[in-house]
């Protein structure tokens, strides 16, 4: 995987990824080890590696045995016990099976999304007045930092279609430090693990928030860990001060559109708006969404994803867009 993907990492799956809940719900599985001839049973929380793959886990990697567990089988009879023979865990049949099963489940869920997902779109057309140029920048880090291309190109189609902000957008990857950022006053940051940033660019983002700059922190597919991940990281930019929830009557909720009400991409139900943020002298300079904000951009999404629907990403990403470009 690695010379196929050198640009991407297996990371531990946390127990509140998918597979763990796509079919079966899991907190805990069997597994059995044999240690010089001694046959020993224990329970603990399964673990898989994952490889993502535009916003999906495209590959799952499993350390311990579940194939002989499918087939029924989890221990080779006493007297064909090698005692000195080096072996890892072994997933006990039921649950080898039910997670098997899981395995399938997550992925014929996935398999529209993934289709979606193969080609990035671009655009490219003559603009009908001239614009000034501006790239918001997508930051670079050490985690999965480009998770979801597509919805960002998106973002770009909309800005020019739908504002009248007389500027012609694209998107630049920038690495965290000042030199990188000082030309591009719009950073968005994505990302499904921990971004892993030094305390140099740490405090780069720092300088440049405080120099007029704005930080978009938007949670790929919504999950757990880059939530704790990114909140950590906005304490470290501003040890003193913390996320607020943005209030319903403020410009990031209410201008250009009204995006106090929004619904849910999976139940299509509605739901509020939730966006937390970092002031300074009343501007917003980082806004984070728990929630995935861009991920309805492109029409489809990650059936297990917690986000938006197609009309509410559209209001809240023109909105953030808009109010960055304000300040």
Same mark, same amino acid.
């Given at each position: ?42 329970? %603990?929380?399964?673990? /898989?590696?994952?490889?993502?793959? =535009? ?6 990697? %499993?350390?311990?045995?579940?194939? #002989?567990?499918?087939?029924? /089988? ?49 655009? +490219? ?25 597509? %919805? ?23 690495? =965290? ?5 000082? +030309? ?5 940051? #994505? ?6 940033? %030094? ?16 930080? /978009? ?20 930019? /501003? ?41 300074? +002298? ?19 999404? +990650? ?25």
């Amino acid at each position: 995987m690695r010379r196929m993907f050198p640009d991407r990492r297996f990371d531990v799956l946390d127990l509140d990824h998918p597979i763990y809940r796509g079919y079966y719900e899991y907190a805990n599985v069997h597994y059995f080890t044999i240690e010089k001839g001694t046959h020993t049973r224990l329970e %603990s929380p399964p673990r /898989f590696m994952g490889l993502n793959i =535009a916003a999906r886990t495209a590959v799952v990697l %499993s350390p311990y045995d579940m194939t #002989c567990g499918w087939d029924g /089988f989890y221990a080779p009879p006493a007297e064909a016990k090698v005692p000195d023979a080096s072996r890892t865990l072994a997933m006990m049949p039921a649950d080898a099976i039910r997670m098997g099963i899981n395995l399938v489940s997550y992925t014929a869920a996935q398999r529209r999304f993934a289709r979606a997902q193969a080609e990035t779109r671009e655009i +490219d057309a003559e603009q009908p007045q001239r614009r000034a140029e501006l790239a918001i920048a997508l930051l670079r880090h050490n985690g999965d930092w480009n998770p979801d291309p597509n %919805s960002l190109y998106q973002l770009v189609r909309l800005a020019g279609q739908q504002t009248s902000i007389p500027i012609s957008f694209d998107f630049k990857p920038v690495e =965290a430090n000042v030199e990188a950022l000082v +030309d591009t006053p719009v950073v968005f940051m #994505c990302g499904m693990h921990e971004p892993e940033l %030094s305390d140099d660019q740490v405090d780069a983002l720092r300088r440049h928030l405080r120099a007029g700059g704005f930080l /978009f922190i938007n949670n790929t597919s919504g999950f757990a860990r880059f939530d704790r991940e990114a909140r950590a990281l906005v304490a470290r930019i /501003f040890p003193e001060r913390q996320l607020e929830a943005v209030p319903a009557d403020h410009d990031l909720l209410t201008r250009p559109t009204d995006a106090t009400t929004l619904r849910d991409a999976g139940t299509l139900e509605p739901r509020e708006a939730q966006l937390e943020a970092v002031f300074v +002298d009343g501007r917003a300079v980082v806004v984070y969404s728990p929630n995935d904000t861009l991920a309805l951009l492109k029409g489809v999404h +990650d059936p297990y994803a917690n986000a938006y629907d197609a009309a509410s990403a559209r209001k809240l990403s023109i909105n953030i867009l808009c109010y960055a470009l304000g300040r």
